[in-house]
Nanobody, 124 residues
Framework: QVQLVESGGGLVQAGGSLRLPCVSSGRTFSLYAMAWFRQAPGMDREFVAGLSWDGGSASYADSVKGRFTISRDNAKNTVYLQMNSLSSEDTAVYYC?????????????????WGQGTQVTVSS
């Protein structure tokens, strides 16, 4: 069983930055691919960024490429989402997700474990 806890959300002005950490419980964090999703009001939840179990492969939604960076520290059971050049279109609840896989790819669906979400609001 994996429990995920996100933090770091808040209110930021357009053009600003935020870093979202997600801490995982359990002793097998390094066996999980990790990802961030987001859901804006009235919209479906969408994939934002993902990272393979070893950090060797990363994948990003086109809307965040070049602005967001996903990283992980397996020693701290933590995955991060660094968000730069934020705009009002990035306003959403951000969710951390995990799936157990040793694939070298980064899945964009099929994640079985989810955090409770953290709100990010970008003011224009």
């Amino acid at each position: 069983q994996v429990q995920l806890v996100e933090s770091g959300g808040g209110l930021v002005q357009a053009g600003g930055s935020l870093r979202l950490p997600c801490v995982s419980s359990g002793r097998t964090f390094s066996l999980y691919a990790m990802a961030w999703f987001r859901q804006a009001p009235g919209m479906d939840r969408e994939f934002v960024a993902g990272l393979s179990w070893d950090g060797g492969s990363a994948s990003y939604a086109d809307s965040v490429k070049g602005r967001f960076t996903i990283s992980r520290d397996n020693a701290k059971n933590t995955v991060y989402l660094q968000m730069n050049s934020l705009s009002s279109e990035d306003t959403a609840v951000y969710y951390c997700a995990a799936t157990r896989t040793l694939s070298t790819g980064v899945p964009r669906a099929g994640y079985g474990f989810w955090g409770q979400g953290t709100q990010v609001t970008v003011s224009s």
